[in-house]
């Protein structure tokens, strides 16, 4: 064997190795266990509606899969508009409290008055469509209370 391939073939040899060691440092560096994300902070496990001003109920508790789960969805396709130009605070009528109580202890809490407006937390007030605020009265008026408490007070329409 020539000089020249005797020295390439160690440089091979070489460049074989430290390819091997960049796999293997790739390997233990890329394969370790990882934190996996906190998925808690976004299963809701109960939802507690009030309504202090509605004469067909003040309060609902729901903690069942499937009414949850509507109340969640009607969230979800709600789209909320434009802030409106007058303050809804302000505005005369009804709000309706939503408080969706998370597994880590969380809350997150949406109000909507006069099935015209939403708000998400301590975010201003966005404008939604009539019918959608219609739309959650329907759902909550279809959904009794998982639970019934002192405070949880129904009425029947006269």
């Known amino acids: 064997m020539t000089k020249i ?28 266990w990882q934190k996996s994300p906190d998925v808690t902070a976004h299963i809701v496990t109960e939802i507690t509606v009030t309504c202090p001003d509605s004469e ?6 729901y903690n ?17 508009g434009f802030t409106p130009k007058d303050d809804p605070e302000s505005l005369a009528g009804s709000v309706i ?9 969380s809350i997150k809490v949406y109000r909507q008055k ?14 939604i469509k ?3 605020g219609a739309d959650l009265m329907r759902l909550l008026l279809e959904n009794e209370s998982d639970f019934e408490t002192a405070k949880d007070t129904v009425s029947s329409p006269a």
């Open 5 to 32: 391939a005797s020295e390439t073939a160690k440089e091979a040899v070489a460049l074989r190795k430290l390819w091997l060691l960049f796999l293997l440092c790739g390997l233990l560096t890329g394969c370790h």
């Open 56 to 61: 067909l109920f003040t309060h609902r508790y």
């Open 64 to 80: 069942t899969h499937a009414k949850m789960q509507q109340i969640l969805l009607y969230l979800r396709a709600v789209s909320p």
């Open 97 to 105: 409290q939503i408080t969706l109580h998370r597994a880590d202890g």
């Open 114 to 127: 006069n099935d015209r407006y939403l708000q998400e937390d301590q975010n201003g007030w966005k404008q």
């Open 130 to 132: 009539a019918e959608w």
